[in-house]
């Protein structure tokens, strides 16, 4: 009998392969758009970089107006 050298990737590798991919695509998802997600953060500096652009505007303003 000769002996058949087979070689690939089995179906079993390539399920958890892709369950692996799901999990991690999940938790990437979850990461930028959850509450405390980057995409929130982000949102967040930019309202307090307004703000503050806002403050310092009117300080300014407030100076020139007291010279």
């Known amino acids: 009998m000769r002996e058949k050298n087979i070689t690939g990737i089995t ?9 692996i991919l799901l999990i991690l695509a999940g938790m990437s998802i979850a990461m930028l758009t959850g509450k405390n997600g980057v995409l929130s953060k982000a949102n967040f500096a930019g309202e307090e970089t307004k703000k503050k ?3 310092e505007i009117l300080k300014l303003i407030g100076n020139r107006i007291t010279t």
Request: charged content about 15%; hydrophobic content about 65%.
């Open 53 to 55: 652009e806002y403050e």
């Open 11 to 19: 179906l079993i590798a390539l399920i958890i392969t892709i369950i």
